[in-house]
C-alpha cells in the first residue's frame, strides 16, 4: 500500500478518539483487572441487527497464555507451525495492494485446518458485499496460524468459561457479552508474520455472535486497524466489513447516541457526515452532492438525514440506514460506495508494471504491464497508453505495446512512454476520486 492511508487513517482514528467523551457503557468498575495495562477505543455492536457502540477497554488480556513446550511440540507433530503463514489470495506485490492479515484464535494444533476453511469463508462473506466484491482483485489476504492451547475462547458460551488462547480474546469484555477484545500485542506478534498487514482480522473460534473494531492504535501497530469477529456466525461478519471501511474509506458512523444532542464540532473530515443541509450541500457542490436524489441500495433515496457521527442534532447523513449506520443491511449508500473505492485507490494500484520503469527502454522491447483482477461489477478499469503525453489510441485496453509501433519516433531524443489505467465505473460521481482510480507507468524510450 502507499503509505498516505496509513498516516491519514491514524490521524483520523486519532482525532476521533480524542473527540469522543467516554461513553462508559459498561462502567469502569467492571472492567477486566488486566494491571496497568493501557486502554483503547473499541467499536462493537451489542445487538446483530443494531446500531453500534463504543467503550475504551484494556488493551492487553488476560486470556493469553503462551503455549508450554509440550504444546509446541504437538504444534510441531501435527504440522501446523504456530505462525505459519498461508496466502489465502495473492493478487499483486504488496505494495500495489491492500494486504489483509487474518489471525485465529482458539484454534488448537489440530484445528488449524479448520482455522483456515474459517478464514475463507469470512474473506467469501465480506467479498460478496459491495463494493469489497467488485474490487477483491486490489487485495492480498494472509492467514496466519495461531496455535492455542484450548479449543473455543474466554466467555462462550457462559461469562464463567475461561480458554486459554493464543491472542487471548474474550467476549463479556468490559461486561458487554457481545464485545470480543483481543490482546493487541499478541495479535501484532502473529500480524508481523504475514509479508505486509494493512487491516487485521481476529476470527475467534466461536459460533456465538460477536466482535468489535480498534481504532486509534498506537502508530507504531504498522496497521490501521484490527476487527474481532467469531468464526461460525455469519452476521459477525458484518462486523468486519463496516470496521474496514473505517480504515478504508475514513467513513464515519452513520449512528447517534440518545442524548449526546448538538453537534460541537464544525465540518467533518468524514464522506458520509456533513453538518450542511441538503440545499447548502448542493448550493456547495460539497460533501455527496452529486448523489443527492439518487435512489440508494441501501433503499431509499439520497438525503440529509438528521443524526451521524454519534450525534442527534446539527449533523447528516446520506440515508435513512447503510451498514456504516447498522449491521440489519449489508448495504454501503452511495456516498459509502464512492468513498471506499477512493480509499482501495489510495491504496492499491490497479496497474503494475511489468518492465523496470527506472531503465530507459529500446523503441523495439516490449512494454508490458499488469492489471489487478477487476472489471466485473462496479469497477471498470480501462487502459490507454500515451507517447509525450499524446494518447496513442490503438492501443486503447492493450497491456503489452512495443514503443515503435505506438508511433515513438526514430530520432535523436528521448521520449516517455505512459501506460495510464483509470476506472470509468459509474460508482465515482467526483474528479478528484475519478483522479484518485488513475494509475500508471512511464518509461523514457530511446532509439
Ligand atoms: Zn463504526
Known amino acids: 500500500m502507499h503509505t498516505g492511508m496509513r498516516r491519514t487513517a491514524v490521524a483520523t482514528a486519532l482525532a476521533l478518539s480524542a473527540a469522543l ?31 453500534g457502540a463504543r467503550t475504551s477497554v484494556p488493551a492487553t488480556s488476560p486470556h493469553a497464555q503462551p503455549a508450554t513446550a509440550a504444546q509446541q511440540r504437538t504444534a510441531t507433530a501435527a504440522a501446523s507451525a504456530d505462525g505459519e503463514v498461508v496466502p489465502l489470495a495473492e493478487t499483486g506485490p504488496t505494495a500495489d495492494r491492500l494486504d489483509v ?9 489440530d484445528e488449524q485446518d479448520d482455522f483456515l476453511e474459517d478464514a475463507r469463508t469470512k474473506w467469501d462473506e465480506v467479498t460478496d458485499i459491495d463494493p469489497y466484491k467488485s474490487y477483491e482483485g486490489l487485495f492480498n489476504v494472509w492467514a496466519v496460524k495461531a496455535v492455542s492451547q484450548d479449543s473455543g475462547v474466554t466467555g462462550d458460551p457462559g461469562q464463567d468459561v ?23 500485542d499478541k495479535t501484532k506478534t502473529y500480524a508481523d508474520k504475514a509479508p505486509a498487514t494493512d487491516l487485521v482480522i481476529v476470527v475467534s473460534n466461536s459460533a456465538k455472535y460477536g466482535g468489535a473494531g480498534y481504532s486509534g492504535l498506537a502508530a507504531d501497530y504498522g496497521y490501521d486497524g484490527v476487527s474481532t469477529i467469531s468464526s461460525d456466525n455469519d452476521r459477525s461478519t458484518l462486523i468486519a466489513a463496516h470496521e474496514m471501511a473505517h480504515s478504508i474509506g475514513l467513513l464515519a458512523d452513520e449512528y447517534q447516541y440518545a442524548g449526546y444532542g448538538d453537534y460541537p464540532y464544525s465540518e467533518p473530515a468524514s ?12 448550493a456547495q457542490r460539497t460533501k455527496w452532492a452529486s448523489w443527492l436524489g439518487e435512489t440508494d441500495p441501501s433503499g431509499g433515496v439520497v438525503g440529509t438525514f438528521e443524526g451521524a457521527d454519534y450525534y442527534e442534532y ?14 440489519n443491511t449489508d448495504r454501503f449508500n452511495l456516498p459509502g460506495r464512492e468513498a471506499m473505492i ?32 477487476l472489471g466485473t461489477g462496479l469497477s471498470r478499469p480501462q487502459v490507454r497508453w500515451y507517447v509525450d503525453g ?23 531524443r528521448t521520449h516517455k512512454v505512459t501506460a495510464k489505467v483509470t476506472d470509468t465505473t459509474s460508482a465515482v460521481r467526483s474528479p478528484a476520486v475519478r483522479d484518485l482510480t488513475s494509475n500508471s507507468a512511464t518509461w523514457t524510450v530511446k532509439r
Request: hydrophobic share 35%; with cysteine.
Open 101 to 109: 492479515t487474518i489471525i485465529g484464535d482458539g484454534y488448537t494444533a
Open 271 to 282: 464522506p458520509n457526515a456533513s453538518t450542511l443541509t441538503a440545499d447548502r450541500m448542493a
Open 162 to 184: 475461561v480458554k486459554n488462547t493464543a491472542l487471548g480474546s474474550y467476549f463479556w469484555c468490559s461486561s458487554t457479552e457481545r464485545l470480543i477484545c483481543v490482546d493487541l
Open 314 to 327: 446539527g449533523v447528516y447523513r446520506p440515508t435513512e440506514n447503510s451498514i456504516m449506520r447498522s449491521l
Open 390 to 412: 499524446r494518447e496513442a489510441r490503438q492501443a486503447r485496453g492493450r497491456t503489452s505495446v512495443v514503443p515503435a509501433a505506438l508511433g515513438v519516433p526514430s530520432d535523436r
Open 21 to 51: 467523551p467516554a461513553t462508559g457503557v459498561a462502567g469502569a468498575a467492571d472492567a477486566p483487572t488486566t494491571g496497568t495495562g493501557s486502554h483503547v477505543d473499541v467499536e462493537y455492536f451489542p445487538d446483530p441487527d443494531g446500531e
Open 342 to 373: 477512493a480509499g482501495f485507490y489510495r491504496s492499491a494500484n490497479a496497474l503494475t508494471p511489468l518492465v523496470d520503469t527506472s531503465v530507459t527502454a529500446s523503441r523495439h522491447a516490449r512494454l508490458s504491464v499488469e492489471l489487478a483482477d
